[in-house]
């Protein structure tokens, strides 16, 4: 395996952790949303996401196409029907 080729699978990595951890969030956030509701607490707005991962950005909010991802993209689901809702909005936040 070549260099470009093992930065190419990190990189992989790192996108399909991020799908997972922002599929999570997305979940969390729509059951404390709907306690929300339960409660007469009618949702300010969308919730702010945050991601360190330009990819993981782009292919959860819809704007990027993935390449090599299409077998994780399931991880999306959740998180792009929270977009279409007005239940999240996902920001890029700097690593440093």
């Known amino acids: ?8 699978a ?13 599929g999570k969030a997305a ?3 729509y059951y404390a949303r709907e306690i929300e509701r339960a409660f007469g607490k009618p949702p300010a707005g969308p919730i702010l996401l945050g991601t360190d991962n330009m990819a993981n950005l782009r292919v959860g ?4 196409a993935p390449t090599r991802s299409k077998h994780f993209l399931r991880r ?14 996902m920001r890029h936040v700097s690593d440093t």
């Open 1 to 8: 395996m070549d260099a470009d080729a093992i930065v190419a």
């Open 10 to 22: 990190g990189s992989l990595a790192a996108m399909h952790t991020e799908a997972i951890a922002s």
């Open 27 to 29: 979940e969390v956030i």
């Open 61 to 64: 909010s819809g704007v990027g």
């Open 76 to 89: 999306y689901h959740t998180l792009k029907q929270g977009f279409a809702a007005g239940e999240v909005v």
